[in-house]
T-cell receptor
């Protein structure tokens, strides 16, 4: 089945630094990738939708200059948290959609998530 | 109004009983509906998806969809302690490729 690899699985960084998270589709081409953020005991909140070769679409309230998304190929999307602060500490999860059928689950595969801690 | 609403729980069910989880959504044009299971600290895992009115069964799980009433439910038969997790309802928008998650229901199966 479709596999999405997300790295790193956890990262600790100092306040003010930037962190890059990678999301790769291993056995399919992902036309669209999604980035979610999840705070403790809360649900997944969609941050942005990235389409290969075009600018990402950010959800309301998400700062595009702080959360930089690059989807330069059909198998790789990256999320860079710039000038990270402790309030950015969260669980970040990517999801990739392949060229599969419109309906059903085959279009949405999740990465294993990245636990970001900013100190 | 939230786009996807779930009772946060916790829902406590004795082992072997049926657990019933409910979800309502606001976008009447939504076409695809998903149930994910998430263990603490882990990524969501797909349990069921459904896009036609009625019931869809897969092992101990049954998803039910009623588009007229805009609700989708998940039944877990013969509940096991390993079913203890947070269950997330997700809906695909009619006009976009993204899926939106509900807040999740914490399920606890007591021995």
């Amino acid at each position: 089945g479709a596999v999405v690899s997300q790295h790193p699985s956890w990262v600790i960084c100092k306040s003010g630094t930037s962190v890059k998270i990678e999301c790769r589709s291993l056995d399919f081409q992902a036309t669209t990738m999604f980035w979610y953020r999840q705070f403790p005991k809360q649900s997944l909140m969609l941050m942005a939708t990235s389409n290969e070769g075009s600018k990402a679409t950010y959800e309301q309230g998400v700062e595009k200059d702080k959360f930089l998304i690059n989807h330069a190929s059909l198998t790789l999307s990256t999320l860079t948290v710039t000038s990270a602060h402790p309030e950015d500490s969260s669980f970040y999860i990517c999801s990739a959609r392949d060229h599969g059928p419109e309906q059903g689950s085959k279009g949405y595969t999740f990465g294993s998530g990245t636990r970001l801690t900013v100190v | 109004q939230k786009e996807v609403e779930q009772n946060s729980g916790p829902l406590s069910v004795p082992e072997g009983a049926i657990a019933s989880l409910n979800c309502t959504y606001s976008d009447r044009g939504s076409q695809s509906f998903f149930w994910y299971r998430q263990y603490s600290g882990k990524s969501p895992e797909l349990i069921m998806f459904i896009y036609s009115n009625g019931d869809k069964e897969d092992g101990r799980f049954t998803a039910q969809l009623n588009k007229a009433s805009q609700y989708v439910s998940l039944l877990i038969r013969d509940s096991q302690p390993s079913d203890s997790a947070t269950y997330l309802c997700a809906v695909k928008h009619s006009s976009a490729s993204k899926i939106i998650f509900g807040s999740g229901t914490r399920l606890s199966i007591r021995p």
